[in-house]
């Protein structure tokens, strides 16, 4: 299993960014997918999730109307468009797979 996230960076409140999350070595068309962040000193918190062909998606009440996840199963990626970022949302973002395989992650930083 690999998961290679990407699309991170440092942007100022309000701003938007896109990550995305490279999926290979296991079927990932048949995997449920989340991401989660960590941010510095607290707990992963679950940010969003999509069921296999994306029949079903949850959020986080705290990215609700603001984020928005996909998937692309041809491509075997997973995105997560990012709107209206605040401070709250500086973290270490990563996708992980039904089983709890996850990636190194990919930066987000909200600062003015």
């Known amino acids: 299993v690999q998961l290679v996230e990407s699309g991170g960076g440092m942007v100022q409140p309000g701003g938007s960014l896109r990550l995305s999350c490279a999926a290979s070595?296991?079927?990932?068309?048949?995997?449920?997918m989340s991401w989660v962040r960590q941010a510095p000193g607290k707990e992963p918190e679950w940010v969003s999730g999509?069921?296999?062909?994306?029949?079903?998606?949850y959020y986080a009440d705290s990215v609700k109307g603001r984020f928005t996840i996909s998937r692309d199963d041809a491509k075997g990626t997973l995105n997560l468009q990012m709107i209206s970022l605040n401070p709250e949302d500086t973290a270490l973002y990563y996708c992980?797979?039904?089983?709890?395989?996850r990636g190194q992650g990919t930066q987000v930083t909200v600062s003015s």
């Open positions: 070595g296991f079927a990932f068309s048949r995997s449920y």
């Open positions: 999509i069921s296999t062909g994306g029949r079903s998606i």
């Open positions: 992980t797979t039904g089983t709890g395989k």
